[in-house]
């Protein structure tokens, strides 16, 4: 079976898991200096309960699956997991989104237990203004977790930028330029107005076309089709082994095509990343409900998701917290 569609005929094949709302970093747009209030162990989905919601999912057409957080590495015995997920028949893509601190000690491990493939948020490639953005990461041990993963076959492997003005902005020919010589995937990811301590204001906001004309002062950027590219518009300098993505969730925002239900750590789905409204799967799991129960609130996600969304770089988007807890 190919995914459900919505009511906007939208195929929705992809699950979106968060599996833990810990983090090892404090990057400074996601979360202030103390951290987030976290969940308690038991609030948490257990593997067993994650295991099962993929399974009744496939068994809707979701045929992918990213694993995120806080910091998916961080939880105990992730790989565990991922194949358990692999091993499911139907979900033919499994991927990771990871800051990358520990890549260099799973990155074998995780490729063994199935995964495809990672992405690693980066947002500076200056030690003291990573260490700073991350309020303490070394970006070295990042940079070899990354060559690690694309040694061990986790490709493409796509390192994902912030750019934010005033902050990392001057870095982002930088950035570009490491796909002239590398086949990694470059991804500028537009900054969203989460509420994270105060950091976000819109004066801190670039916009994707803004981010692409700096791009283009180091050459011109052909278009290039990347199979099952998601909501990312790819492009290639001239001669590049890698190549550019450009994901602008406000400016350009690619509901039309989203395929995508998210799972937080505790157990709610989000039939959008802005929305407010969520159904939680928890009770039912803990309850003892049927796979049918299970099947209906799955239905019911994709059911209410709204056609677009409506946020723009002046929206207040304080209720939704940070990223980490969502799962970004
Ligand atoms: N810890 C992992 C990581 O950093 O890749 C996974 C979770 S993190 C919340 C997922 C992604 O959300 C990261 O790429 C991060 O840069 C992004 N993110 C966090 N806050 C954001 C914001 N306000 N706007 C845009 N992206 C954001
Ligand atoms: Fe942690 Fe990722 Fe948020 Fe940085 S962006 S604090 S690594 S969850």
Known sequence: MTGLKDKFERII????????????LRCIYCMPPEGLSLFEHKEILTYEEIIKIVRIASELGVRKV?????????????????????KNQG?????????????????????????DRVNVSLDSLRPERYREITRGGDINVVLRGI???????LTPVKINMIPIRGLNDDEIKDFAGITLNSDYHVRFIEFMPFGTGGFWNSGKYIPCDEIKSIVETIGPLTPVRVRKN?????????????????????THHFCEDCNRLR???DGKLKPCLFSETEIDLKPALRGGASDDEIVRLLKLAIEVKPERHN???????NFLQSMSRIGG
């Open 13 to 24: 094949d992809y699950l979106r898991i968060s599996i833990t709302d810990r983090c090892s």
């Open 66 to 86: 990213r694993i995120t957080g806080g910091e998916p590495l961080v939880r105990k015995d992730v790989t565990l997991l991922t194949a358990s997920i692999k």
């Open 91 to 115: 979900i033919e893509d499994l991927s990771i989104t990871t800051n990358g601190v520990l890549l260099e000690r799973y990155a074998e491990e995780l490729a063994r237990s199935g995964v």
């Open 147 to 153: 060559e690690v993963a694309r040694k061990a076959g």
């Open 230 to 250: 998601g909501p990312s518009k790819y492009f290639r300098l001239k001669n590049a082994q890698g190549v550019i993505g450009f994901i602008s969730a406000i």
């Open 263 to 265: 799972l937080t750590s």
């Open 311 to 317: 946020i723009n770089e002046k929206s207040d988007l």
